[in-house]
């Protein structure tokens, strides 16, 4: 009887141990699939951060392509406001709001609702007449503004970028 009780005893100690090391296995395996996981995530994160600086990279060596030709006159501005002003949005619609590109911003209002591509051809003669009349008292009287804040938007650090991830 003493025997068996041993016996017994002995052999719970070894299922013990043997659900023991299983369990160990079955941690370490666990650890090791969600440090792989990190790493995959952490990977995919890099990449879509590194995607993320491309396209705002882009994005601002746009923006300062079409700055550049409102300055030398490449460009119509109102086409190149519209154009900057859109690109900047698509980074940050806080940059137009600053008071340094408030010329750019105040041009963009007063123009963002004037038609354009199919809409401007579908307007009468007369219609298009006035809008044009009115664009070009618009150029003409932000042109020296937009002009400065064109250079200001090259020079610009977009800096506030880095706050966005």
Do not use: P, W
């Amino acid at each position: 009887m003493l025997t068996t009780k041993i016996s017994l005893l002995i052999l719970a100690g070894i299922i013990i141990l043997a659900l023991s090391g299983y369990a160990f296995y079955l941690h370490r395996q666990l650890r090791n699939k969600l440090a792989e996981a990190k790493e995959k995530d952490d990977e995919e994160r890099q990449l879509a951060q590194d995607n993320l600086d491309k396209r705002n990279n882009n994005i601002i060596a746009d923006i300062r392509f079409i700055a550049q030709s409102l300055i030398s006159e490449q460009c119509e501005i109102t086409e190149g406001v519209l154009r900057i002003h859109h690109l900047s949005d698509a980074l940050d619609i806080d940059i137009m709001q600053q008071q340094a590109f408030s010329t750019l911003h105040s041009h963009f209002n007063q123009c963002k609702t004037m038609a354009i591509k199919e809409a401007y051809k579908a307007l009468s003669k007369k219609e298009r007449f006035q809008q044009d009349q009115q664009r070009f008292r618009l150029e003409e009287s932000h042109k020296d503004g937009v002009l400065k804040e064109a250079q200001l938007m090259i020079e610009y650090s977009f800096d506030n970028l880095k706050n966005l991830h």
